[in-house]
T-cell receptor, first 116, second 116 residues
């Protein structure tokens, strides 16, 4: 069965600290896709990144980086030198190709507070 | 570019009253449409999913219903609201087809519903 676990409910850091948001997933499919979304205080979720199950290359985009490890079924998200604008709820999500993708499973989210 | 609208932004309704939330998408054709509910401090729960006009799949049995009268319009309804229906309702769209699982979802600004 599909499952996405974000064990960290809330994280609080001081500006300029690095922070890692954990995501662990479960799936029986061999072809699947992992996503991270950001939900700022305004409420609208914004897509950040996608990774497919055959691509374990880590990715860096500015201050954001993602570490995908199939061996541990994890897709962790690191923000380097955090800023107040990074304060938001971050969701990890999983889509399986076998089920057609419509049933994307979202984790419970991690609320990040970045204090000035 | 694609845009997704939701209204109203906020709503306060008494228990037992009816509900109608509307979502419209611009700039794309034949999108897959979703309704999610986010309870306070929780993740996203998929309520309904639609691949086309008049085609609705329900994920959670409850007193809510959905309709898709036009290609880019998705409506969430209830005949009698319960206290437990309070939450943040998000509409989303995604390109369908063979690569649906791969495609990211685009979310609307949400409707915050309080049932008293």
């Amino acid at each position: 069965a599909q499952k996405v676990t974000q064990a960290q409910t809330e994280i609080s850091v001081v500006e300029k600290e690095d922070v890692t948001l954990d995501c662990v997933y479960e799936t029986r499919d061999t072809t699947y896709y992992l996503f991270w979304y950001k939900q700022p205080p305004s409420g609208e979720l914004v897509f950040l990144i996608r990774r497919n199950s055959f691509d374990e290359q880590n990715e860096i985009s500015g201050r954001y980086s993602w570490n995908f490890q199939k061996s541990t079924s994890s897709f962790n998200f690191t923000i380097t030198a955090s800023q107040v604008v990074d304060s938001a709820v971050y969701f990890c999500a999983l889509s399986e190709a076998r089920t057609g993708g419509f049933k994307t499973i979202f984790g419970a989210g991690t609320r990040l507070f970045v204090k000035a | 570019s694609q845009t997704i609208h939701q209204w109203p932004a906020t709503l306060v309704q008494p228990v037992g009253s009816p509900l109608s939330l509307e979502c419209t998408v611009e700039g794309t054709s034949n999108p897959n449409l979703y309704w999610y509910r986010q309870a306070a401090g929780r993740g996203l729960q998929l309520l309904f999913y639609s691949v086309g006009i008049g085609q609705i799949s329900s994920e959670v049995p409850q007193n809510l219903s959905a309709s898709r009268p036009q290609d880019r319009q998705f409506i969430l309804s209830s005949k009698k609201l319960l206290l437990s229906d309070s939450g943040f309702y998000l509409c989303a769209w995604r390109s369908g087809g063979a690569r649906e699982a791969y495609n990211e979802q685009f979310f609307g600004p949400g409707t915050r519903l309080t049932v008293l």
